[in-house]
């Protein structure tokens, strides 16, 4: 940690700005982050909004805050076309349950666990508490009792539907009007609501329904909103600092969340509402329901570390797109190579606060604290890992301190390369000349001559880089 700790500023989507971090209680942080639907693999693309999630809890800790992180686990309620929050529409853990021959429960567990599993690749450091929606539904239902009787909630034959025209704040979150809500909503596929624009909080369990639970409303299951109400506002209090999820939670679940809590407990919950923007594949949304699916543990089959992949998350800020593709991986292998190289002096003691190291660092502090401006920060350790002003042990000394926040393992080996094949370092300065002389046609006929080498070659600011392909 640097020596005087920065101001955390963070963009607030309720607000819309960048803000003075304020907890509730000096130095301490709590943060609830919206987890995954158990019925199918994560996919990298869900794996990027929950390492925005790790980056924030790390660079909280690195700034010198205690943080009670709690990050839920979806294993009911969530339902296939949610948008319209229909009742046609199927469970999706249900549904994984009936395609694969499985108990809700077993695909719930197995795919927690590889859940898990493609966390612990990528560094993400353990949460606080993971909770379960099925472990909570007394809870939910003793949410939704209130809002009936708060004059919120309405029931319709056992499902019981939020009335948003009584709760005058819905769709500040997303800023949206109810009147303009009500006609994105497609009628023929509405149910029994009075409004298009109502949402279930508890849905009637219909005849072969598996997860049912017993209600006052009679046997039911949870809609997917009230169980982050519910697991939020028990496991972190009336009020806490921090909600995090992908930005297509934004609305309607966000939305929908912000109406039960605050409409139970008469006053804000959430201070911070941050949100973070997708990784896209060629152009697609990478959804679980699309086929376009990558796993964090296929990555080494594709020829990639997956801290490859942290280090690509970090290349662009949580708030932008980032597109997955291939060059943009092997640029991030070799920043991660590098940065491991520089940091693989040996070990001696150092004392971080030395004038040089020290403005390094708090260049780093400042950079993560700004809203975690990572490409800042990650500009920053390369500066460090090329910085004569520092010797080869202080380097490594700061670059293991960045790596609190960055979470590259910049302790482990650089990856040895493997050699060039015969012929190749002749035909790789043949291409070097021709690329000087401006002769593309010949330089990509030797791109090609190599590549049937089995070496593939990328043109990087600093020259020609290249990956020995295993043929
Ligand atoms: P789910 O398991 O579908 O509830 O989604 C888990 C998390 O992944 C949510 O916070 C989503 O917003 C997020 N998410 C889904 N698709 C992507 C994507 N392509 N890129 C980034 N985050 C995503
Ligand atoms: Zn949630």
């Known amino acids: 940690m640097a020596d005087s700790l920065p101001q955390v500023r963070?963009?607030?989507?309720?607000?819309r700005r960048t803000e003075p971090l304020q907890p509730l209680q000096p130095g301490k942080v709590s943060v609830y982050t919206c987890g995954s639907t158990v019925y199918k693999y994560a996919h990298i693309g869900n794996l990027r909004t929950y390492l925005f999630g790790d980056l924030l809890h790390r660079t909280l800790e690195y700034t010198g805050y205690e943080v009670r992180y709690v990050k839920n686990i979806t294993d009911v309620g969530h339902m296939r076309n949610d948008d319209h929050d229909s009742l046609a529409g199927e469970d999706k853990v249900e549904q994984a349950a009936t395609l694969e021959g499985k108990s809700p429960a077993e695909i719930a567990d197995f795919y927690t666990d590889a859940w898990l599993e493609d966390e612990a690749l990528l560094n993400i450091l353990p949460v606080d508490v993971m909770p379960k929606a099925t472990d909570h539904i007394p809870e939910m239902i003793a949410l939704t009792v209130q809002l009936?009787?708060?004059?919120?909630?309405?029931d319709v034959d056992g499902t019981i539907y939020f009335d948003v025209s009584a709760f005058p704040a819905y769709g500040q979150l997303s800023g949206q009007k109810v009147d303009e809500m009500r006609a994105g909503h497609r009628v023929e596929i509405e149910d029994d609501k009075r409004d298009p624009a109502d949402f279930a909080l508890w849905k009637r369990a219909r005849e072969h329904r598996l997860m049912k639970w017993p209600s006052p409303w009679g046997d039911g299951f949870p809609g997917w909103h009230i169980e982050c109400s519910a697991m939020s506002i028990k496991h972190l209090g009336e009020r806490f600092d921090i909600h995090t999820g992908g930005i297509d939670l934004k609305f309607p679940h966000h939305e929908d969340e912000i109406a039960q809590s605050e409409g139970v407990?008469?006053?804000?919950v959430v201070s911070v509402w941050m949100h973070g923007e997708f990784l896209t594949l060629a152009d697609a949304k990478m959804a679980k329901s699309a086929?376009?699916?990558i796993r964090v543990a296929d990555l080494p089959a594709k020829g990639y570390e997956p801290l490859a992949f942290r280090y690509l998350a970090l290349t662009a800020h949580y708030r932008s797109k980032l597109e997955f593709t291939d060059d943009a991986m092997h640029a991030a292998a070799s920043g991660l190579a590098r940065l491991r190289r520089?940091?693989?002096?040996?070990?001696?003691?150092?004392?971080?606060s030395d004038e040089a190291m020290a403005r390094y660092r708090s260049r780093f502090a400042d950079a993560v604290a700004d809203d975690l401006a990572t490409p800042k920060a990650l500009a920053t350790a390369h500066e460090v890992a090329s910085a004569s002003d520092l010797t080869d042990a202080q380097r490594r000394a700061v670059l293991l301190d960045f790596d609190r926040v960055l979470g590259l393992s910049l302790d482990a080996p650089a990856a040895a390369k493997a050699?060039?094949?015969?012929?190749?370092?002749?035909l790789l300065e043949r291409r070097a000349a021709a690329r000087e002389a401006r002769d593309?046609?010949?330089?990509?006929?030797l791109r090609d001559e190599l590549a049937a080498l089995g070496v593939e070659v990328r043109?990087?600011?600093t020259g020609q880089e290249t990956t020995v392909l295993s043929m």
């Open 10 to 15: 963070l963009y607030n989507s309720l607000t």
């Open 148 to 154: 009936i009787s708060n004059g919120l909630a309405y």
């Open 265 to 268: 407990l008469g006053h804000p």
């Open 291 to 293: 086929g376009n699916i």
């Open 342 to 352: 520089a940091a693989s002096a040996n070990d001696e003691p150092i004392d971080l």
């Open 419 to 426: 050699p060039l094949p015969e012929g190749a370092a002749e």
């Open 440 to 445: 593309f046609a010949a330089s990509d006929a």
């Open 459 to 461: 043109d990087a600011a």
